[in-house]
């Protein structure tokens, strides 16, 4: 005989006089903004220890390059400083690629942000069954939240979610856009 679960009474709630669909649309959104923040928020943590990993090795870099043109005007044989200012570039140009690489989570942040507050602006919206029942209302919406974007790569996927383009549709234009803008250098966002 299994002994049945404790269930938390703040997991369950009875559906009272007041439910609606809109209401319980909202609850499941305000959950998908709250996993967001959560993961955001650790994410920032282990991004901030890699920042100061990245600024320690950046410091131990240059130390390493002036202690290998010191060594080049101190001693008649350069080969050994030679190559140990070569190492040095090295793995100064390995640094500077890694923080390139690293922007990802500089744009991973902003586009998680950018769920978030769509996901707040429409709990609260569908909320309100009298701008809800509107279309005048939910083109306003649109129109805020595609202010959010500031990417051209971000407002298109935006304009071909709010033209009714197939779920499949969007996916390959994100996927087309993401392989473009990985071919490397730095994007400004």
């Known amino acids: 005989m299994h002994a049945e679960p404790k269930s938390n009474h703040n997991a369950v709630r009875n559906l009272a006089d007041d439910w609606t669909p809109e ?33 320690d090795l950046a410091d131990a870099s ?6 290998a043109k010191q060594l080049t005007v101190q001693q008649s044989s350069t080969a050994n400083a030679t190559e140990l200012n070569h190492c040095a570039q090295d793995i100064s140009q390995l640094i500077n690629n890694a923080v390139v690489a690293f922007q990802f989570y500089d744009k991973l942040a902003q586009r998680l942000g950018h769920v978030r507050h769509s996901l707040t602006t429409l709990a609260l ?53 993401t392989l473009h803008t990985a071919s490397g250098g730095i994007e400004l966002f």
């Open 23 to 55: 209401r319980e649309t909202a609850l499941l959104l305000d959950l998908c903004e709250a996993q967001l923040e959560a993961a955001v928020r650790d994410s920032d943590q282990s991004v901030d220890s890699l920042v100061r990993a990245f600024t």
């Open 62 to 67: 240059r130390s390493i390059t002036e202690l």
């Open 125 to 177: 919206f569908v909320c309100d069954r009298t701008q809800a029942q509107q279309r005048g209302h939910w083109e306003k919406l649109l129109t805020s939240l595609r202010r959010l974007y500031r990417t051209q790569e971000e407002r298109a996927v935006f304009d071909l979610v709010s033209e009714g383009a197939k779920a499949e549709t969007v996916r390959a234009a994100v996927v087309g856009d």
